[in-house]
């Protein structure tokens, strides 16, 4: 259930009116408003719809409403429906103590006064929400723990473990509020109690009686004392509506942490009465205090585990060039020399006189063959590794690449390098962004099906950018906004080689074509003064 999701209100009375007066009373909620204008309809409602809050008379034929409140707390699916009772004329406290022993968690006398139903209902309501909110979490949360790899099975273990002991301490605490074991109390227009309920005084040991007036601050701890009574006194002066957090001492000498809330009654402007509840928090400051310690513990995890494959990937890629290097090398030097043998016997071989062997065009196509083939060889060992990269530099490297793929694909590319004095990047450096361009010029080979491609490399503003644009159909959205699940492996090295500098891939549509930039700090690729001059 989101933030802004509507939760369904219930209001049951068997006079319209009334229920029309509720209705614009609760109007401003934002809430589903459902009513019902009998016992037996707003049971056939609440089998067929989840109800957050049931707002019901107490006088109604053939069933009252302490008897459709019994009805409801009987099913075991609204054991947590917050019951708030209307009465014009049940308005003893035996009839209250009635409504709470039913399973209500207010009781409200008429005339009733719109701001504090509103008040009162919303406080039901914002907690049915977030209760759903927070079972939501609990259920993402194990989601989560579930989707670890086998590396995190250990931890993984551990937060299910954690979460587990967070859902029963979640139940705890739902099994308290709505059992409504809230103290309740009422005060004089002046801030004095005149009424607190027996949870106060079960909970704190306190004389029957002791707490009237402000003999209440007695069990309030040392430290929360002052700050709570001054704020009270301001909202009694202001009208503001009252909530403030504070310890109250057990009868165990032990201190709990309690919320209380009230709100004031007004007769002409008048404040007369307060109202309010004080309910038991401590359980809801642990489990925060134990959710922001997991949240903070499982950061730590992920983090650790992004630098771990962070490494690794950075070791892939170096271990892949190196690879790339070698067998370069190993094609040109070994290979490469045994076929350029082969051609140098061959051509020794071609007879000067065409009747004394094979024909001469024979021994010529043979030869031209293993020219192809050396050729081939060259073109391998070169593409993957050019030697121009090491003993040159980047420029040299992609100038000849640039010039070969031209030939090869009939695309019409050309290379701009600003400023003209473009500087020696560090080699590593210079590796990756060559197999950058050269994995998206590849992909405008493979996918574009465009006609012309321009690559600039220039050094601005402290960075360098390396661009590739075509003319050709363009990407997708999930693809320019680099999301894993659409892009493959060649991107996804592309990024990787640009963070593992400091740098940054991005991707766009220019309509018509595609952008592919590189931007890597200067201060990341510049080599040492010292080691350009060895």
């Known amino acids: 259930m989101g933030t802004n999701e509507k939760i369904n209100i219930l209001m049951v009375d068997d006079q319209p009116a009334k229920l029309l007066s509720y209705e614009v009373m609760l109007g401003g909620l934002g809430e589903n408003l459902i009513k019902a204008t009998s016992a037996k309809e707003a049971l056939e409602i609440l089998l067929k719809t989840d109800v957050a809050v049931v707002l019901m008379d107490v006088s109604m034929p053939e069933l009252d409403g302490f008897q459709l409140a019994a009805m409801i707390r009987q099913h075991p699916r609204f054991q947590r429906t917050a019951i708030i009772f209307v009465s014009a004329v049940h308005l003893t406290d035996v009839d209250q103590l009635k409504g709470y022993e039913h399973g209500a968690v207010d009781y409200i006398s ?57 859902v029963g301490k979640n139940q705890e605490l739902d099994a308290i509020i709505h059992t409504a074991p809230d103290i309740i109390f ?66 165990d000498g032990d201190y709990r942490w309690f919320r209380a809330r009230a709100l004031p009654i007004r007769d002409n402007g008048k404040i007369i009465k307060w109202y309010g509840t004080c309910s038991d928090i401590q359980d809801s400051k642990l489990l925060e205090q134990s959710i922001r310690d997991s949240a903070a513990e499982l950061e730590k995890m992920v983090d650790r585990r992004t630098d771990e494959l962070r490494r690794l990937s950075t070791r892939l890629m170096t271990m892949q060039d190196q690879e790339r290097r070698r067998l370069a090398r190993d094609l040109h030097d070994g290979l490469g020399q045994e076929l350029a043998v082969a051609k140098m016997v061959l051509d020794r071989m071609i007879p000067q006189d065409s009747s004394a062997g094979p024909p001469e065009d024979a021994w010529t196509q043979a030869s031209s ?46 290379l701009d390098v600003q400023p003209g004095d473009f500087p020696r990047l560090g080699p590593e450096v210079e590796t990756a962004v060559f197999r950058i361009v050269q994995e998206a010029l590849t992909n405008v080979f493979r996918h574009s099906e465009a006609s012309k491609v321009w690559i600039t490399l220039t050094q601005r503003e402290g960075a360098i950018v390396v661009a590739v644009r075509d003319d050709g159909k363009g990407i997708g959205r999930k693809i320019e906004e680099l999301q894993p699940d659409s892009v493959g492996v060649g991107i996804g090295g592309m990024k990787q080689r640009a963070k593992e500098f400091g740098g940054e891939l991005r991707l766009s549509n220019v309509h018509p074509g595609t952008l592919v930039e590189l931007i890597v700090p200067c201060s990341s690729v510049l080599p040492e003064p010292s080691a350009v001059l060895n």
């Open 110 to 166: 008429v005339p009733v006064v719109a701001e504090v139903l509103r008040a009162r209902v919303r406080v039901f309501a914002d907690l049915h929400r977030k209760t759903r909110q927070l079972e939501t979490l609990n259920r993402e949360l194990e989601q989560r723990v579930l989707e670890r790899t086998e590396e995190l099975a250990g931890k993984a273990e551990l937060l299910l473990q954690l979460n587990a002991e967070l």
């Open 186 to 251: 009422s005060r004089k227009a002046d801030g004095s109690r005149d009424y607190i309920s027996d949870r106060f005084y079960d909970f704190t040991g306190a004389p029957p009686g002791s707490a009237n007036g402000f003999g209440w601050l007695d069990y309030v701890h040392p430290e929360d004392k002052d700050k709570a009574m001054a704020y009270w006194m301001r909202c009694v002066e202001s009208g503001a509506n009252y909530e403030a957090e504070y310890r109250l001492q057990s009868r």
């Open 369 to 414: 063959i293993i020219d192809k083939a050396i050729q081939q060889v060259r073109t391998m060992s070169h593409l993957l590794h050019p030697p121009l990269l090491d003993e040159v530099g980047l420029l040299s490297a992609l100038a000849w690449y640039v010039e070969g793929i031209t030939k090869r694909s009939g695309i019409e590319t050309s």
